[in-house]
């Protein structure tokens, strides 16, 4: 392709309103650019990206088994009685929970008509679509858009690792260093991720052992704090409007770790109390986890008043009636003489102990959001970072949930028809375009993994070697060689930046130095070498 030809130019000044480094340097090299509503237009450079990407995509779900369809647009159960049906069989699942959009519900009833059996399973689909985006960040460019083409698999009757594995190898083969990790919303998903500067998604991370995991989930350990092993006289001491840990602390005389919080939750219509040491927040999604539910929610002021006979902020474990399931984190476990709230107004009890003022739990469970800069719990010597990450993909095992709904069974090997189970997987190949960037680039431009380059030679030509540069643009060109050739009445300067800008794997260059020879240059090496033609032909088919 000559570039002159090419629709779209790059720019010379840095993009204004673009904050990712991957949404800057797609712009400046002309591979994107906004468009209205907060999408994006794929110009000429973008589109072959993408299109290598989708066909590196399809190519490894059609390795593991998967037959590709055709999806219609628009979501299919939006407002059908099968999603209604779906929200009103499973109270304790968030509404956004079915994947309507995703089509599982209408392909579970196909598959449901299909009459399988054990020698049918696993059946495995996949199919390209395009997915909207609930919280777009406009300035974040293709990482966040709020259109975007999307890939998407399910698998019946098999296990969901079969295409998680098909995209890890994706992102491995597209040069993408990312990781998987619990999903906060789910625990029955698995999120394919890459650590971002931006602020996006907060997680806790471990350099020692790469452990890495959303903040809400991230478990560390639970640092040994001193104790007085005598206990103490248990009062309940006024003090007026403290509700929070670090004044509270500062009155009674305590450090903050001896102070409690309790929380009050109501899940599937019962409440259960929470109790953490006082630096630490309890985390909604391990609770969820801890007491089986999908749905979580703060108990309604009413009820806390009447459990607690208190205003909001007092509650404590004693006292509590019998209907209260309390549940103790690990951060309670060894503690002595703590305080917690007194289950009365502007009264907060103090030297509390187990066994005495407070039965001890059968168990304590970790429901705490873990903190940055402690031990992490996953190798002896790593310490937890912040960090954040841009969720590029998803695999959830959605087990008989579709299954029950639609009547979609099999026949086992011993002739009894069973619920069969689904699973689905997914990656957004746009987040997935612009993380590539991300990675791969440096000062000068984007530096593109060969798999996905837009081109795999930029030719740039100077006086007067036009008629040599069209005599190799041709050559190369009926080799097979995907060739960009900046054919521009511009500057050795201009070229140069523009080819570094873009980032195609090799520039070649012919100009009056080079003589008969042409100058081969892989991207982002410190030199170049003078090759005859012959050699360049040998070394792209090599």
């Given at each position: 392709?000559?570039?002159?030809?090419?629709?779209?130019?790059?720019?010379?000044?840095?993009?204004?309103?673009?904050?990712s480094?991957?949404?800057?340097?797609?712009?400046?090299?002309?591979?994107?650019?906004?468009?209205?509503?907060?999408g994006?237009?794929?110009?000429?450079?973008?589109?072959?990206?993408?299109?290598?990407?989708?066909a590196?995509?399809?190519?490894?779900?059609?390795?593991?088994?998967?037959?590709?369809?055709?999806?219609?647009?628009?979501?299919?159960?939006?407002?059908?009685?099968?999603a209604?049906?779906?929200?009103m069989?499973?109270?304790?699942?968030?509404?956004?929970?079915?994947?309507?959009?995703?089509?599982?519900?209408?392909?579970?009833?196909i598959?449901?008509?299909?009459?399988?059996?054990?020698?049918?399973l696993?059946?495995?689909?996949?199919?390209?679509?395009?997915?909207?985006?609930?919280?777009?960040?406009?300035?974040?460019?293709?990482?966040?858009?709020?259109?975007?083409?999307?890939?998407?698999?399910w698998?019946?009757?098999?296990?969901?690792?079969?295409?998680?594995?098909?995209?890890?190898?994706?992102?491995?083969?597209?040069?993408?260093?990312?990781?998987?990790?619990?999903?906060?919303?789910?625990?029955?998903?698995?999120?394919?991720?890459?650590?971002?500067a931006?602020?996006?998604?907060?997680?806790?991370?471990?350099?020692?052992?790469?452990?890495?995991?959303?903040?809400?989930?991230?478990?560390?350990?639970?640092?040994?704090?001193?104790?007085?092993?005598?206990?103490?006289?248990?009062?309940?001491?006024?003090?007026?409007?403290?509700?929070q840990?670090?004044?509270?602390?500062?009155?009674?005389?305590?450090?903050?770790?001896?102070?409690?919080?309790?929380?009050?939750?109501?899940?599937?219509?019962?409440?259960?109390?929470?109790?953490?040491?006082?630096i630490?927040?309890?985390?909604?999604?391990?609770?969820?986890?801890v007491?089986?539910?999908?749905?979580?929610?703060?108990?309604?002021?009413?009820?806390?008043?009447?459990?607690?006979?208190?205003?909001?902020g007092?509650?404590?474990?004693?006292?509590?009636?019998?209907?209260?399931?309390?549940?103790w984190?690990?951060?309670?476990?060894?503690?002595?003489?703590?305080?917690?709230?007194?289950?009365?107004?502007?009264?907060?009890?103090?030297?509390?102990?187990?066994?005495?003022?407070?039965?001890r739990?059968?168990?304590?469970?970790?429901?705490?959001e873990?903190?940055?800069?402690?031990?992490?719990?996953?190798?002896?010597?790593?310490?937890?970072?912040?960090?954040?990450?841009?969720?590029?993909?998803h695999?959830?095992?959605?087990?008989?949930?579709?299954?029950?709904?639609?009547?979609?069974?099999?026949?086992?090997?011993?002739r009894?028809?069973?619920?069969?189970?689904?699973?689905?997987?997914?990656?957004?190949?746009?987040?997935?375009?612009?993380?590539?960037?991300?990675?791969?680039?440096?000062?000068?431009?984007?530096?593109?993994?060969?798999?996905?380059?837009?081109?795999?030679?930029?030719?740039?030509?100077?006086?007067?070697?036009?008629?040599?540069?069209?005599?190799?643009?041709?050559?190369?060109?009926?080799?097979?060689?995907?060739?960009?050739?900046?054919?521009r009445?511009?500057?050795?300067?201009?070229?140069?930046?523009?080819?570094?800008?873009?980032?195609?794997?090799?520039?070649?260059?012919?100009s009056?130095?080079?003589?008969q020879?042409?100058?081969w240059?892989?991207?982002?090496?410190?030199?170049?070498?003078?090759?005859?033609?012959e050699?360049?032909?040998?070394r792209?088919?090599?």
């Amino acid at each position: 392709m000559r570039y002159s030809k090419v629709f779209g130019r790059t720019l010379r000044d840095k993009p204004r309103n673009a904050d990712s480094e991957s949404f800057q340097l797609l712009l400046r090299a002309g591979f994107v650019r906004p468009a209205a509503g907060g999408g994006f237009f794929l110009l000429p450079l973008g589109q072959r990206v993408m299109s290598r990407i989708e066909a590196l995509t399809a190519a490894e779900l059609s390795a593991a088994g998967a037959a590709t369809l055709g999806l219609p647009t628009g979501n299919l159960a939006a407002n059908s009685d099968l999603a209604r049906s779906l929200r009103m069989h499973r109270g304790d699942v968030a509404i956004d929970y079915p994947f309507a959009g995703h089509h599982e519900s209408t392909l579970a009833m196909i598959a449901a008509n299909l009459t399988l059996s054990y020698r049918d399973l696993p059946l495995t689909v996949a199919a390209p679509r395009w997915a909207t985006r609930d919280n777009p960040r406009a300035n974040w460019g293709l990482l966040a858009a709020q259109e975007f083409p999307f890939h998407s698999s399910w698998i019946f009757g098999g296990p969901v690792e079969a295409i998680a594995a098909a995209y890890r190898r994706v992102l491995e083969r597209l040069d993408v260093d990312a990781f998987s990790m619990e999903s906060a919303a789910d625990p029955a998903s698995t999120e394919f991720a890459v650590e971002s500067a931006l602020a996006a998604r907060p997680i806790l991370a471990c350099d020692h052992c790469g452990y890495r995991a959303p903040a809400e989930l991230a478990a560390s350990r639970v640092p040994a704090w001193p104790q007085n092993p005598e206990p103490g006289v248990t009062e309940a001491v006024y003090g007026p409007g403290l509700i929070q840990v670090e004044p509270l602390a500062q009155f009674l005389g305590i450090p903050v770790h001896q102070t409690t919080k309790t929380m009050l939750f109501e899940a599937r219509g019962r409440i259960v109390a929470a109790c953490v040491a006082g630096i630490y927040s309890v985390s909604e999604a391990k609770l969820m986890r801890v007491l089986g539910c999908r749905r979580l929610s703060l108990a309604p002021i009413e009820i806390v008043r009447d459990l607690t006979h208190s205003e909001i902020g007092y509650a404590g474990p004693v006292g509590l009636p019998d209907s209260v399931e309390v549940i103790w984190d690990l951060s309670m476990e060894h503690r002595s003489n703590f305080e917690a709230g007194a289950n009365r107004t502007d009264h907060h009890c103090i030297n509390l102990n187990f066994d005495r003022d407070v039965p001890r739990p059968a168990s304590f469970v970790d429901i705490r959001e873990s903190l940055a800069g402690e031990r992490c719990a996953r190798c002896d010597n790593g310490v937890l970072a912040a960090r954040a990450a841009i969720v590029l993909g998803h695999a959830s095992d959605l087990g008989d949930l579709y299954s029950d709904l639609v009547g979609a069974r099999f026949l086992d090997d011993a002739r009894n028809t069973r619920p069969l189970p689904a699973a689905c997987a997914g990656l957004d190949l746009a987040s997935t375009l612009a993380a590539i960037v991300e990675q791969h680039h440096d000062e000068h431009g984007i530096v593109w993994p060969a798999a996905v380059a837009p081109f795999t030679v930029h030719l740039v030509s100077l006086p007067p070697a036009e008629p040599a540069a069209e005599a190799l643009y041709q050559q190369l060109s009926a080799a097979g060689v995907e060739i960009l050739w900046d054919d521009r009445l511009e500057s050795a300067g201009v070229k140069f930046g523009d080819a570094d800008l873009i980032g195609v794997p090799v520039r070649l260059v012919l100009s009056k130095r080079t003589g008969q020879k042409v100058e081969w240059k892989p991207r982002g090496a410190g030199s170049a070498e003078l090759l005859d033609t012959e050699e360049v032909l040998a070394r792209l088919r090599r």
